[in-house]
């Protein structure tokens, strides 16, 4: 069931964040969540108060690491999960990329490195969790694959030193009978074993169930109100709801942490940044969780400037390579360079950060010198953007949906500094008509005057999860598919109602 008095609910961490997992170390929780293609890999966050989240970087910061080269659109890190034990962090994930399965990690301080990883070949599938039993033995539940596809929930005990598995596959609780059950974590509270799933599917029909059990392997009776959490079938801004993790907090109460979307425009409607972090209480009765308020931030237009420094921003990501790999700062800028991939033609550099509202303004100055083919860009994956593309003393906006490549528009502009802009407007229409998408994405230069030009503008569905398949947002920065572009700065200024987005 949804969380009551949900009013207008708000993600604690909006923008492509998903599959949430968090744990407390004193008064400070610390969150990890998915990343895909894009490196770094498996975002860190932390708060005092669950409503309030500050990246504090990535997991995943060092090739040795993380390769995600051969990662197509939506592979690569899936699920991770972050557990402190024993006086240490730990964190597990699965690497679809580079055919070693899991990678688990620890460190003493969060804020520091993390180890070079374990590798837990003999783990096979997704959505591994972390839990120790009574006797300290290392134990995780996963969503397993066999020779004929997925193999439902099982449960290894395994080496955390040499990631050698101690037990062979056994297999848990399996759901209410919802389609891919996943997404699991095993929680002792009291005298019972919770564990915690997700089924469904991550599309309209997830949800949240739980069981418990008398040890780590069960067997595991189900919560009678089950699921715990679903938005499947009612009338909520947000939908989707599902992969949760339990924390408690240092007074004895609980809350949860889950992914879901906020869909707009015509039926099916679209998504356009991805799966976020929610957050809301959770009030125990007669031994089984229920949902209770949302916990919800305040509204607020954001706006930064975000290419000011020396070091690129904590938030700044490039698919299947390190940012560094592509750009450097130099005088009077970064400098971002094009480089072959393994993916060809559609492996284009970009370093970005992801679209965190519904609307949003965001601006790049681009040196128009002629030595490179870049520019601005809004991308769901490498073959459905949004580009403005400088070349020489030409600025063009081109969109690409799939194998179709579409110029929308082309402006001369003198030598120099060009200022590009797109933005994401209110979609029109009314809402029984298939054309109303979830939003317009306008691009276009500002003028010496400091006046906007467009060039052309799209339906945002063509950015959106809806056409695009996959499991990622938006991302909106820069690119370059030859030669090398400087960009002198880069604004970005969000907000979910459109009113209030910054325009200076």
């Given at each position: ?61 060092r090739p040795s690491q993380l390769d995600v080269s051969r990662a197509p659109g939506s592979g690569g890190i ?280 519904l609307h949003y303004r965001v601006r790049a100055v681009v040196a128009a010198d002629g030595n490179g083919v870049g520019g601005l860009s809004v991308r769901m994956d490498a073959r459905h953007h949004l ?118």
């Amino acid at each position: 069931m949804p969380p009551s008095g949900s009013g207008d609910p708000r993600p604690v961490v909006p923008g492509f964040h998903p599959d949430p997992s968090i744990c407390r170390v004193g008064d400070t929780y610390w969150m990890v969540v998915s990343s895909f293609e894009y490196a770094p890999g498996v975002p860190l966050f932390r708060s005092t108060d669950l409503v309030t989240w500050e990246q504090a970087g990535h997991v995943l910061v060092r090739p040795s690491q993380l390769d995600v080269s051969r990662a197509p659109g939506s592979g690569g890190i899936t699920a991770p999960t972050i557990r402190f034990h024993d006086g240490r962090f730990w964190m597990i994930t699965t690497n679809l990329a580079d055919g070693g399965w899991q990678t688990l990690v620890h460190t003493d301080d969060p804020l520091g490195e993390w180890s070079e990883p374990v590798r837990l070949a003999e783990v096979r599938g997704i959505d591994p969790d972390l839990a120790w039993d009574d006797e300290g033995t290392l134990l995780i539940t996963y969503a397993g694959f066999g020779a004929g596809g997925p193999a439902g929930l099982v449960q290894q005990a395994v080496d955390p030193v040499t990631g050698a598995a101690l037990t062979e596959r056994r297999h848990v609780w399996q759901g209410t009978g919802g389609r891919f059950p996943e997404g699991p974590h095993l929680h002792r509270i009291g005298d019972h074993w919770y564990l915690l799933i997700a089924e469904g599917g991550t599309e309209r029909g997830h949800a949240v169930t739980i069981a418990r059990g008398p040890s780590p392997s069960g067997p595991f009776e189900p919560c009678p109100w089950n699921p715990v959490l679903t938005h499947r079938g009612i009338e909520s801004p947000v939908q989707s709801t599902g992969h949760g993790d339990l924390v408690q907090r240092p007074d004895g109460t609980w809350a949860i942490l889950f992914h879901g979307v906020r869909p707009r425009g015509a039926s099916p409607q679209f998504h356009v940044l991805g799966r976020e972090t929610f957050a809301a209480e959770v009030v125990w009765e007669a031994g089984w969780p229920r949902l209770g308020e949302w916990l919800t931030p305040a509204a607020g237009p954001v706006a930064v400037e975000e290419l000011a420094g020396a070091e690129l921003p904590v938030s700044w990501v490039s698919p299947r390579r390190f940012p560094g790999e592509v750009i450097t700062r130099g005088e009077g800028g970064w400098r971002l360079c094009a480089r072959d991939g393994d993916l060809a033609s559609e492996d284009l550099a970009f370093v970005g950060r992801r679209q965190e509202h519904l609307h949003y303004r965001v601006r790049a100055v681009v040196a128009a010198d002629g030595n490179g083919v870049g520019g601005l860009s809004v991308r769901m994956d490498a073959r459905h953007h949004l580009d403005l593309q400088v070349a020489g003393d030409v600025v063009r906006a081109v969109v690409q949906v799939g194998p179709l490549r579409q110029l929308l528009g082309e402006a001369a502009v003198p030598a120099g500094d060009v200022v590009l802009e797109i933005r994401a407007v209110p979609a029109e229409g009314h809402f029984s008509s298939t054309a109303l998408g979830p939003d317009q994405l306008v691009a276009g230069v500002v003028d010496a005057g400091g006046g906007f030009v467009e060039l052309g503008r799209i339906d945002g569905r063509y950015v959106s999860t809806e056409v695009a398949g996959g499991m990622t947002g938006r991302m909106v920065g820069i690119w370059c598919s030859s030669g090398s572009v400087v960009v002198r700065s880069f604004s970005y200024a969000g907000a979910d109602d459109p009113a209030a987005v910054p325009t200076a």
